[in-house]
């Protein structure tokens, strides 16, 4: 989920490597806002978002556990031979 880094601008490959190359850090880049409020809102916004998917991603595996929780509980049908 890229939404974390916000105020970083994500390289490309070639990005990344002609940054390597640039010894007087001029390539530096961040993600501008137009206010520090605007700023706050997209890293508030971001951090609500990084939080629900967490939430998400918690439930569904409670859900996957408790589903196999209730497979193993279940008493496995015997064969009965006549």
């Not at 880094?5 to 390597?20: M, Y």
């Not at 998400?56 to 497979?71: L, V």
């Amino acid at each position: 989920m890229n939404e974390t880094f916000r105020l970083f601008v994500l390289p490309s490959f070639l990005e990344g490597f002609g940054r390597a190359l640039d010894i007087g850090a001029t390539a530096g880049g961040y993600n501008n806002s137009r206010s520090p409020r605007e700023a706050d809102f997209a890293a508030i916004q971001s951090d609500w978002q990084a939080l629900g998917f967490d939430m998400w991603k918690a439930i569904e595996q409670e859900e996957k556990h408790q589903n196999d929780k209730q497979k193993q509980a279940r008493p496995a049908k015997s064969k009965q031979h006549r």
